[in-house]
């Protein structure tokens, strides 16, 4: 299923984990977390290495929305929305994956 954009819908009971080809890292000289593929490396800003740190496929899509809700003040119709946005990109990408836990 996807939404009107083309990306992947993203149930808020799925439990998303990085693909097995990518690793996230902290890169001393950037100063920031990347994402590591075979040729590629992925500058994280803060929100997106927020998220993918809590991507472990135990916690669900809504586990996530819920710790970054209760560490950062904000909406909880906005957090939602950014992290399924942020999540689908990366699994169109085919960074992440998500499994229904069926």
């Keep these: 299923m996807t939404d009107p954009s083309g990306a992947p819908a993203i149930a808020l ?22 994402l590591l593929e075979p040729e590629t490396v992925v500058v994280l ?25 209760s560490r950062y003040a904000g909406d909880d119709r906005a957090i939602t929305d950014e992290v399924t946005a942020f999540l689908a990109r990366l699994v169109a990408r085919r960074r992440v994956e998500i499994n229904d836990g069926l």
């Excluded at 009971?13 to 990347?34: A, C, I, Q, W």
């Design 13 to 34: 009971t799925g439990r998303p984990t990085l693909r097995r080809h990518v690793r996230m890292s902290f890169d001393r000289t950037r100063g920031r977390h990347v």
């Design 45 to 69: 800003n803060p929100t997106g290495a927020s998220i993918l740190e809590l991507c472990d496929g135990e916690r669900t899509v809504a586990d996530i929305v819920a710790e970054l809700g």
